[in-house]
């Protein structure tokens, strides 16, 4: 964001107006303009964020800097003041079965009367349509979903009476069965166990390598370069955006936590 | 017993309990796990201003009027209860509050207002029905069953009863899935493309619809409990949702039956010699259903500390 | 005759009625509030049911004992027990099975009304004491009133008003956090079943006056309409048992005044309108002034947005951005700015750029934490302070080509 953009306002907005055209009809996320306001405070202020496609992308920001509400916004769970999405070129709308969204842990009853295994055949909802019946095929693909996150054994188990990490998990294989080309997580590594976190990066890794597009909110900086190709760093506005190489500098850091975060803290980050 | 008996006196009232049972209990499940059980209990009390606004209207008891006031009495409810929360930022039990209590009001002020001293509408009636005196004189005996003379003589709350129960199983067979879903994970159903909100409003309008048939028959205070009774006795029974509507139908039948049987049976073997009210003692007895559940049911704690440890 | 009935002219036992009313409306707000702001407004609706098995039972009692099975002391101590009963069955459901509150709360209501029920009928059918007139308890019914009654109900609500008075200040730090009043040493349990308690004892008063199945009215609508005057919980409290007070009054002079207005029913009708009221006019909470701060609120983004676009070159998407740059005068029809309209866009994108700064200082970790977006710079930082950041970021540019 410089200054030197207005210098030539009129020719400029033609040409990057172009420019943003073609980028976000490829990307997977393209988000312009976007505000979302619980009450009369924003929790997201005009931000815009393109996806790229086939990569890995981190959305990170101290606690409350619009994080959840900026994926919630992008899949339509919440209604924005302004801003618009789309998804691969088009609206929401038409493309809801090229998502899969894995929402926070906390969001739901975990008492419900249901097994880990019908967990995961709601992924295949839009498949089923409101009349079809489950078939093999379709428990199979459920269950194949269950092993890629290592939950094949838990099949018939209510949900409740997992852990923390294991009902992460059942969330991830429900997204797999999904079958999409878009991931959307919000916080998956939140208070799970270290073999979990392992599981599920190795299943987000996997998806990359088939050519998925994955996007997590995630609030360890600790492991953003290990994990992710790209950061989207957010504090109501957008902050930085771009590979972790360039973008998760200590400067845009020091922007988005302020001093949150002690600067030799931020030092050591930026350069793991 | 035999059939010359039973079958004029007992069989209609109790099928129609029945039906009215499993009508209101089938919704009552998703309501319960949604956290809305107490929808139950305002619809069944708006549901007096509705059939009084309808006989004002028209001027006369006839079914089918009332059946619309009372089904629209509920939709204004429920888009006040609605309004209010949103509007006024209220907690939704609050919000039920303020205007289940102000219909119900303006329905006795009605009531008391206009002049139906000369046709059977009252409160009492509104609150537990009079489920006893929908019998089948034409009857002789089971054989009547068959009779399509006798058949023609049924009390219409049977048909209508029925018809709304098979009504209100279509919709859940219909929107099982999407249900399902939407009331564990509603954020999640959502981006399933799932219209979270117009299924909700069409579960309340369903429950809204059996209460308003249910009423009609068997007064609200038997709907209020169906509502919730059998789905919450059923809740101790099981983890899967499947097996908790099945466990739910037949804890409202038992009830219905039972409730009836006592009812009509109970003070003569206690050697009193008039029935009690056979709504309140279906309540009843759904209560006592719910007792036993709470206390031995196999699933009755919350998820992660199983029953037992 | 309403005037007469406003100023207490229609005799004793009508007099006595609209004091106690009036006495037990105020005791019911306040006690309401407290229900309200725990969260557990629809308590009380399990707790009013429950009192018909005990009333019932208290009449049978009291008759096969040879007494006056209306005895109104005897009965309201009846209701007491059953409700006490009920609540506590209540408690054991949402503690002991996985069954949330509302669904005890329904299952409560239900059973012990379905089982009351079933005792009037019996009642009804042994024939003692030819008409009871218990079926007064569900809706109230004031008129013909017994001078005893009518003391018993002034009497009540006197106590009951008074036993909330003393209790309220535990109750509001309960009601209000109840961590924190656990933390400073209060016995949260005990002030829970206190709060109960009065409930109850509200319910029992009311019984005769407004009816088993209206007094939740009593006890949620003042308290909820008190709450869209004021964020302060101990004003909201006063003014929950004003507006309780007001209503009860006002209904039961009403009542007395004309034939075939019920006094419950008119109670409940008198407080709505006070809530609707409230609801769309209050100040700050009201509806109407809701709306009108959103639409605000909402042209002050988009404004903002589509400057902060117009300065970095950016295309509009929204519609509603480039009517409100155009009604402004910032922007012409055919899309190019204005020349206050770049003024304008400069400054918006300056001010980002000296927000940048501000949030990425961390000696201004106060000043950052009020960005939203939306909030002048000049309203957080002095003259000299913006001076200085301007200084970093260098010189303000032309923006015109």
């Known amino acids: 964001m410089s200054l030197d953009a207005a210098n030539s306002p009129v020719e400029n907005r033609v040409v990057a107006g172009l420019d943003q055209d073609a980028k976000i009809a490829q990307s997977p996320l393209a988000v312009r303009g976007l505000t979302v306001s619980y009450g009369e405070k924003p929790a997201v202020f005009s931000v815009d964020m393109t996806v790229e496609p086939g990569q890995m992308t ?205 600067a030799t803290q931020i030092d050591q980050l930026a350069r793991a | 017993m035999s059939g010359e008996e039973f079958v004029p006196l007992s069989l209609t009232p109790m099928l129609i309990g029945v039906f009215a049972a499993v009508a209101c209990a089938l919704p009552g499940n998703f309501l319960l796990l949604r956290r809305q059980a107490l929808i139950g209990d305002a619809i069944s009390h708006v549901v007096l201003p509705g059939i009084v606004v309808a006989f004002l209207l028209t001027g006369m008891i006839s079914a089918w009027p009332m059946m619309l006031g009372a089904a629209g009495a509920a939709v204004v409810a429920v888009v006040l209860i609605e309004a209010i929360r949103r509007l006024g930022r209220i907690e939704p039990g609050a919000a039920m509050g303020v205007v289940f209590t102000t219909m119900f009001a303006l329905g006795v002020l009605l009531l008391e207002q206009s002049d139906t001293s000369a046709v059977h509408l009252d409160v009492e009636h509104a609150l537990y029905g009079n489920l006893e005196s929908l019998i089948w004189l034409d009857a002789t005996g089971w054989g009547s069953l068959l009779d399509p003379q006798a058949l023609r003589y049924l009390p219409i709350e049977l048909p209508r009863m029925a018809l709304t129960l098979v009504g209100v199983c279509l919709f859940i067979a219909l929107f099982w899935r999407a249900l399902k879903i939407s009331t564990f994970d509603e954020g999640f159903a959502r981006t399933m493309g799932i219209r979270t909100n117009l299924l909700g409003l069409g579960l309340v309008i369903t429950a809204a619809v059996a209460a308003v048939a249910a009423f009609d028959a068997v007064g609200s205070i038997i709907v209020i409990a169906m509502f919730i009774c059998p789905a919450a006795s059923a809740r101790m029974m099981t983890n899967r949702l499947e097996a908790q509507i099945g466990w739910s139908v037949g804890f409202a039948v038992l009830a219905a039956v039972l409730g009836y049987v006592l009812a009509g049976y109970g003070p003569l073997w206690l050697g009193g010699q008039d029935a009690v009210s056979a709504a309140g003692m279906i309540a009843t007895v759904s209560g006592g259903g719910l007792a036993v559940a709470a206390k031995c049911g196999p699933c009755r704690s919350r998820a992660g500390a199983p029953a037992g440890v | 005759m309403l005037l007469d009935a406003f100023t207490l002219q229609l ?362 977006g939306l909030r002048d710079i000049e309203t957080v930082l002095t003259v000299d302070q913006i001076q200085e950041i301007d200084r970093r970021i260098g010189g303000p540019r032309e923006v015109l080509s």
């Open chain 1, 58 to 262: 981190a959305i990170i920001g101290p606690n409350g800097a619009g994080k959840s509400t900026l994926l919630k916004a992008a899949l339509g769970i919440v209604a924005p003041i302004s801003g618009r999405v789309t998804i691969f070129g088009r609206p929401l709308a038409e493309q809801r079965a090229r998502i899969a969204y894995v929402p926070q842990r906390a969001s739901v009853d975990w008492d419900f009367p249901t097994r880990v295994i019908d967990v995961v055949l709601m992924g295949l909802y839009r498949e089923l349509g409101l009349l079809g019946w489950i078939k093999g095929n379709h428990r199979a693909r459920a269950l194949d979903c269950l092993s890629r996150v290592g939950m094949a054994d838990f099949a018939t188990r209510q949900i409740g009476q997992l852990s923390g990490g294991q009902q992460q998990r059942v969330f991830l294989a429900r997204a797999l069965a999904q079958g999409a080309d878009l991931y959307l997580l919000d916080e998956p590594f939140a208070g799970v166990d270290a073999a979990t976190e392992k599981a599920i990066i190795s299943v987000l890794k996997s998806l990359r390598a088939a050519g998925k597009t994955v996007v997590v909110v995630h609030h360890d900086l600790a492991t953003v370069a290990e994990y992710f190709d790209n950061v989207f760093l957010i504090n109501t506005r957008r902050v930085a955006e771009g590979p972790v190489a360039e973008a998760f500098s200590e400067e845009s850091l020091q922007v988005a936590y302020g001093g949150r975060l002690a």
């Open chain 3, 11 to 372: 005799g004793y036992n009508a007099t006595l009625v609209a004091i106690g009313a009036a006495l037990l409306g105020t005791a019911a707000g306040i006690t309401g509030t407290f229900l309200f702001l725990r969260k557990r407004a629809l308590v009380s609706d399990a707790v009013s049911h429950a009192t018909l098995p005990g009333v019932c039972i208290a009449f049978l009692l009291m008759a096969l004992a040879g007494g006056d099975g209306r005895n109104l002391a005897g009965l309201l101590l009846g209701s007491a027990v059953s409700a006490g009963i009920g609540l506590w069955c209540m408690n054991w459901l949402t503690r002991n099975t996985r069954l949330a509150e509302d669904a005890a709360i329904g299952a409560v209501l239900s059973v012990f009304f379905g089982f009351g029920i079933v005792l009037l009928t019996v009642i009804q059918t042994l024939g003692v004491g030819q008409k009871a007139g218990l079926e007064g308890f569900l809706l109230g019914s004031t008129a013909g009133m017994l001078y005893s009654d009518a003391l018993v109900i002034a009497a009540g609500g006197a106590v009951t008003l008074l036993l909330v008075l003393l209790t309220r200040r535990p109750m509001t730090l309960v009601a209000f956090d109840p961590e924190y009043a656990a933390a400073r040493g209060l016995p949260v349990e005990r002030i829970d079943l206190l709060m109960m308690g009065l409930v109850m004892a509200v319910t029992v008063v009311g019984l005769k006056i407004v009816g088993l199945i209206l007094i939740v009215a009593l006890l949620i609508i003042p308290a909820v309409t008190a709450r869209f005057w004021s964020e302060r919980s101990d004003h909201v409290v006063l003014l929950a048992g004003l507006f309780g007070g007001i209503a009860a009054y006002i209904g039961a002079a009403l009542s007395a005044s004309a034939p075939n207005l019920p006094t419950g029913p008119i109670i409940v009708l008198v407080s709505f309108a006070l809530f609707a009221l409230s609801l769309f006019l209050a100040p700050n909470r009201g509806v109407l002034a809701a709306v009108l701060r959103h639409m605000r609120f909402q042209r002050r983004v988009h404004l903002r947005q589509g400057l902060l676009a117009l300065a970095q070159g950016q295309a509009i998407y929204e519609s509603l951005t480039l009517r409100l740059l155009r009604r402004a005068g910032l922007l012409r029809a055919d899309g190019v700015a204005t020349a206050k309209g770049q003024a304008r866009a400069a400054k918006a994108l300056r001010d980002e750029r000296r927000w940048e700064v501000v949030r990425g200082d961390v000696t201004q970790e106060a000043a950052a934490a009020l960005y939203d």
